[in-house]
């Protein structure tokens, strides 16, 4: 029997567990590890790229945390050009003379992200080649660990619009005006770093955007903001950047975007990238998680976690076009302590005080908040992607072989417990035991976290809401992969398409490479919660039905549905080159992107 027929086996086979063998009331989950998964090209996982803390430096309390929890030194921190000169100079706008001579000698840079608040770097009506040609200066000169692998020139600056015109708050005209200059002013120190040769090492990625609530407006705040931007700055960018959180972040309205809302938010920009450059130009999520807004507690302190686990999941599978991603958890955050702030430690520390409550010169020493528990639950997964599959989007899972290790990650999307079965029975007589972590953040509690070794895969286990589990099966022997697997994704050149009744929406995907495997469309809409969210949908003139389920909760809480709903479609109906054709019985919102996944045997 050959190789991809056990792989067409197999997968048959799962879909008559689903069908057939299981209640409803149960999610499967199959994992076969004899499968290599890519992501286009990546399959090992780069632990870099996720297990970070927004805290740049090596403290102490820093190189020990790296060591014992397998994360690279890197993070974020607040400090640039533009304070520099405001140091030097008393005021931004006026700018130390800069010599414009360039220099051949690559300068080194450390591995931290390193922006700016607005304030210290912006001023309507600036000299944008001054402060560019400053910021060159600067960056030849600075020691190494204060030169960025990534210069995020400004933090969140949209949102602080407001603070830099004369007009009353949030003017439309004004806030325009001052969007428009500072994109120009990225565009600007981009174009002036990027030609300094010895600044080739520098990455320039922005805005930094707070609130990217895209489909505002019937989509005018993506126009306004991040498209807007683009338009402006995008060309001369290395990777755009943007946070993700659920609560508020800033402004704008409670959100949730664990899950589909987060994929639709990537999925616009990725496919604006593909109509503009014909690339995905890669992602920067410089922080990301949930937004607590009350004085610090312990149990408020470990909401965040939470979003984190939730939204990682969706990171890691788009890791070939993820730049960085930085989950909101900063260090001891001694700044923040203070009368003012009741000598109580920022919201989101991984240190407090072991003597909350007392001035700096006071504290006795530093413990890790329950937040440490994001890097103890994570700390050993690394290897090559296996192929995974869930018959529930909203149980999450991500599963990756290292020799004689097997990781399988499952999270809960769900407000309710969930039934799982675990399908790995190709590794049940090579396993030596099972070693199982498991987080659940509560909302009025402190979290439960534990580790058990056990002996054997139960049949069928229970996973809390918001409760993430780490699967470490030990192996006996190392298990040759016998297929690969790769995932693809094919963009249209049309989006944020308007829906009308009845009106056929076109969308063409060409050049598709055909095989045996999987094939999904990803259409994330922007819409009222009253309007259809089920429309007809044909592939090659052959309808494909829209589930009623996706990642994450029904937004209801939110002005609008925005969301990623995923729609598979059999391989059969798949060509070459493809005409989808998508109807809608009612009127109102927008098809900001419908993409085309296809997941093929490659040998």
Known sequence: MSKTLKFKIFTVALSLIICKGISAQVNVVLVEPSVQKFIGNTSELDRTKYFNIHAPGNSPLLESFYKEYNVEQSGRGFYGPGIDAKKLMGEVGIY???????????????????TEHPRNLYKEGMDLDAVSDWAVEYFKNVKENNRPLWYEPMNEPFVHAKDFYEEKDWDPVAELRVKTEMSKLFRALAEKIHAEPS?????????????????????????????????????????ISYHLYDGVNQVGQENKRSGSNNDAIMDL????????????????????????????????????????????FGL?????????????????????????????????????????????????????????????????????RVFVSTSNPDIQVQAFLDEKKLYVALNNLDDAAQQVALDVSTIKS????????????YSDDFPRYYEQTISNIPDIFSIDPAETIVLQFN??????????????RYYSTNYLVPIETQKELIFEFNDVELGVGFAKLSMSIGRGHDLSKTPEVFVNDNKVEVPLNWKGYNQANRKKFFGAIEIPVPMDFISKNNTVKISFPDTGGHLSSLILDVEKIIN
């Open 96 to 114: 130390p003379k800069s010599n414009n001579k360039k220099e051949d000698k690559l300068k080194p840079v450390s591995r931290y992200v390193g």
């Open 199 to 239: 600044l080739k090492n520098i990455k320039v990625m922005g805005y930094g955007a707070a609130w990217p609530s895209f489909e505002l407006k019937d989509f005018n705040n993506w126009k306004t903001n991040m498209g807007l931007f683009l338009d402006i700055a995008g060309d001369e960018l290395d990777a």
């Open 269 to 312: 920009i990725e496919t604006y990238s593909y109509q503009r450059w014909g690339v995905i130009k890669p992602h920067a999520i410089t922080e990301y998680g949930g937004i607590e807004i009350s004085e610090f507690s312990l149990i408020r302190n470990m909401q965040s976690v939470r979003s984190q686990n939730a939204m990682i």
């Open 316 to 384: 890691l599978d788009r890791e070939d076009r993820l730049e960085i991603s930085i989950p909101f958890t900063t260090d001891n955050a001694t700044w923040h302590i203070t009368k003012a702030n009741k000598y109580l430690p920022y919201k989101a520390v991984l240190w407090r005080p072991e003597n909350m409550g007392v001035p700096k010169n006071q504290i006795t020493g530093w413990v890790y908040t329950n937040r440490i528990q994001f890097y103890e639950l994570w700390k050993e997964v690394k290897g090559k």
């Open 430 to 441: 090579n396993l030596i035991d099972l070693f199982v972590k498991s987080l659940t953040v």
């Open 475 to 488: 192996l006996k022997n190392s298990i040759d992969f016998n297929n690969q697997i790769k995932s693809s």
